[in-house]
């Protein structure tokens, strides 16, 4: 799967129907706190199924438009970083987060697990680390 550069935000969620017959998908408070997302603002969604293929968009264009000019990302490609798994995406790469909230994808690991990384792929608002060994 393609991950486009414009990716502000990744986490797992369930979609609930509400009382009056419409779906949310509700959004964790660590991606607001992050900066990464506004309140009240509209932004285009993607939903992934669990066995990793896509199935839908949502058609909202997001607004306002954002730049590139923001901060950068807290690492560089060839870094070596310890981190822990806080969670799993839905094609089952582990998910860690360091400074800012910023996104670090680490494929083969488990939530809790700390493992020490080197960041394989740089994006402005995820990067990929591969495991060179556990820490405990």
Known sequence: M????????????????????EYVVDVPNREIDAGSLEPGETYR???????????????????PSRSDDGPQPP????EMRYVE????????DGIARVERGY????????VGER???EVTE?????????VVEEAG
């Open 2 to 21: 393609e991950i486009s550069e414009k990716l502000l935000c990744l986490f797992s969620a369930e979609v609930r129907e509400t009382d009056g017959g």
């Open 45 to 63: 969604v993607a939903l992934v199924a669990r066995d990793g293929s896509a199935s839908s968009t949502d058609g909202a264009e997001a607004s």
């Open 75 to 78: 690492v560089e490609p060839g």
């Open 85 to 92: 798994i806080e969670d799993l995406g839905k094609q089952g």
């Open 103 to 110: 996104v670090i994808i680490v494929p083969d690991t488990e």
């Open 115 to 117: 493992v020490k990384i």
């Open 122 to 130: 740089v994006k402005s608002n995820f990067a990929v680390g591969e």
